[in-house]
């Protein structure tokens, strides 16, 4: 079943879905050459907004959790991937150690995510690995059985570290797969590790990782992309601006946040005469690392700027981040819906419809995977035959092409990823 | 829709599959390890037998077609293994030239072969390709517009041979995929091609290729993966012995036969004897070459050898080939179903069963993948998430698992295909 969405099906995204199917052994080859060179993150999904006019990944997530919203239809190719993936990182891999959020609480509100390591599980066991799952939370001290909602049950078991390894009781995997992004940042207890894969790196994780960085990978990823294509790369790219090192409580600060709001703005602007867009712009004003204390604010003109209730906004520097607002024009139900695409290697598995009941069509940019209390999911079955692209359709009436358009920013979004990763790696050999 | 098999479900196939199933990622690492070494074929169909107490192939078809056989839900999975498989051989890749079969009569009984030439043009064409389907039949000067029978069509072209390289008019391809067998010889036309990927390679075509060398290189795998599993290989190998150069027409050709046969049934014997096998065993006689003018002969007894109406049986030396019978215990509507896994690159993409509507089950041993005019087809959804193993169902209940070890034994056949085709390699250096 596709969902039915109200999606604006007219104007330059029927060209640009046009342009993509015309040009799919253009792209799938540019995709093939981006990875003789670079190696793409172990697993990623990609939060993309649909604004009509264009359509942009809002969030890149390296530690994708969810996987149980994957259709059961998506479920061979997520292994098939998985294989791909171990078979090019480290063929003779006999186990494979999950590392788990901390905090799960199987009582309260994590049954979902313990749905999600289920998920994974199964993934990695029918690719050919034995399986454990382990905890880092120091809460977590002996081995934990948890009955899960569908009957089945998961094993938690805390980690134990050797002076050159880490592990579980009575396991040594050759490869540690994080579906934790360390929040709190990095502790000791996976930092230097040589012997084993760990993935993805930590520089990867919440406390190192910044937006802007990866959003300068991907604007530079996407102007090659869109040159290749023959495309404005806006109609994939939102404009950002980093603001590093200010402090909100200070007035000078606020004034050089509202002058780049202003610039921002204006760039934006713009395009939107450029393309005939009759919306008024906005933009997003929030935490550069993603393990910022400021939550997102959205802005029509940066004079809100002042006088604005900074939410969550603590004092002392810290990094913002600017980025042009892309509204959500796909509807389900009437609620606001944004198509997640997951991939695992270099291969899209799967995909879903991430939908905020009460959301306005500017809210929440950039608030990336994190689960809202108000989200819900619809499984966008990208992996069904007959939702491969269909080459006769015209665009715009046809789901499956649309979702080969999602698939391919999406992937465009995995290629920067690879970028950043590169350029921030910090054991990375330095040529000059 | 997974077909209802009457399966003898007792016994010791079922000891195989529990085997195969609690040894998963010993198996799955067994084969990565294999494919560090050595390459798959490019693509290939495994047909099986599944005796109850033994499940063999019984022909490994690296030409395969039928692909239109597969169900639609498989066909995201050899588009992901196809976009794997391209990106190993030549990810610069941007043309593909699909060669067909010769004789091609549109409005005779090859529509089934036009159906399959164009899910194999829509399988490359999502992996990113550009793709042609050219024809070397003499008979083909202009390219041809087919009509199918579900509406679409399909374009036919000559090809074109210059100095170095092959392609079609306005089309230069850097890999050629060949869907014909050549069964009357390898023509000049594709010989020495050495600027082109050319797949598969000319000495697996049907003029050159020997059963008993697949066969050989199928023992000596199946031995090491049977000592890896702690089976006796016997259980996924049928006996065979080569028979080269004989003329049927000679008495003391078909006295060496029949000594020969004789000492392979008593072989049979022993092994039914051991596993407690009822039945009466047999072996079949057929040409050791794809091309043989020689139709497969069951015999129960080396005495019927000799009274034997030799079907076809024409003057001349020639190879035979002995092999143990393996009857087929598999019925789908009272027909005998033979399981036939498709392969692409190293992955289990799809399948269908195979009826023989008025089959005795001891029957075209050994007939390979040619198709018969009774023959139909039932697809097997092996990709069908649902259809994933499920480890906690008992052998012989789930058919999910069943299918698991068919893909294992396919793939068994798989690398056998690659160690075959690196034995024979005309260009292989040899290091002594």
């Known amino acids: 079943m596709v969902p039915h969405l109200i999606t604006a099906l007219g104007g330059p995204l029927n060209e640009l879905e046009q342009r993509m199917l015309d040009s799919m052994p253009a792209i799938e080859r540019w995709f093939r050459l981006e990875w003789m060179e670079h190696t793409p993150p172990f ?25 149980h919203h994957l259709s059961d239809d998506m479920l061979p190719l997520a292994v098939q991937a998985a294989m791909a993936a171990i078979e090019k990182i480290c063929p003779e891999a006999r186990n494979l150690l999950l590392l788990a959020q901390s905090r799960i609480d199987a009582g309260g509100g994590s049954t979902a995510y313990l749905d999600n390591l289920l998920q994974l599980r199964r993934i990695f066991h029918m690719a050919g690995l034995n399986v454990r799952i382990g905890s880092i939370d120091p809460r977590v001290q002996e081995t934990a059985t948890v009955a899960l909602s569908g009957g089945q049950t998961l094993e938690l078991t805390p980690v134990i570290r050797s002076q050159q390894r880490l592990g579980v009781k009575d396991f040594d995997p050759c490869t540690i797969l994080l579906n934790n992004d360390l929040p709190a940042g990095v502790p000791g207890i996976v930092e230097e590790l040589y012997e084993q894969y760990l993935l993805p790196p930590l520089h990867a994780s919440a406390s190192v990782r910044r937006n802007s960085r990866h959003l300068h990978s991907y604007e530079e990823v996407a102007k090659r992309f869109g040159k290749m294509l023959g495309i404005d790369h806006w109609l994939i790219h939102p404009f950002f601006a980093a603001c590093p090192a200010l402090d909100a409580h200070q007035a000078q600060a606020r004034e050089e946040l509202a002058a780049q709001a202003d610039a921002l703005l204006a760039k934006v602007r713009r395009k939107y005469k450029e393309y005939g867009i009759k919306e008024r712009p906005f933009v997003v004003i929030k935490s550069d690392g993603a393990a910022g204390n400021f939550g997102a604010l959205a802005l029509r003109d940066a004079r809100e700027l002042s006088a604005a209730a900074w939410p969550g906004a603590a004092g002392g520097v810290q990094d913002f981040l600017l980025q042009e607002g892309v509204p959500t024009h796909e509807r389900l139900h009437e609620a606001a819906a944004e198509p997640v695409v997951y991939m695992m290697d270099r291969y899209v598995v799967g995909g879903f419809y991430r939908l905020h009941a009460a959301q306005h069509n500017i809210g929440n940019a950039g608030e990336g995977l994190a689960a809202s209390a108000s989200a819900s999911y619809v499984p966008l079955a990208f992996a069904h035959s007959t939702q491969l692209p269909q080459p006769g359709a015209a665009a715009g009436a046809s789901a499956p092409n649309r979702f080969y358009m999602y698939g391919v920013v999406a992937r465009v979004a995995l290629v920067a990823a690879s970028y950043e990763l590169e350029a921030t790696d910090p054991d990375a050999e330095v040529y000059d």
């Open 43 to 67: 697993y990623c999904a990609a939060a993309l907004r649909n604004a009509g006019f264009k359509l942009a990944p809002v969030g890149t997530d390296l530690y994708p959790q969810n996987w």
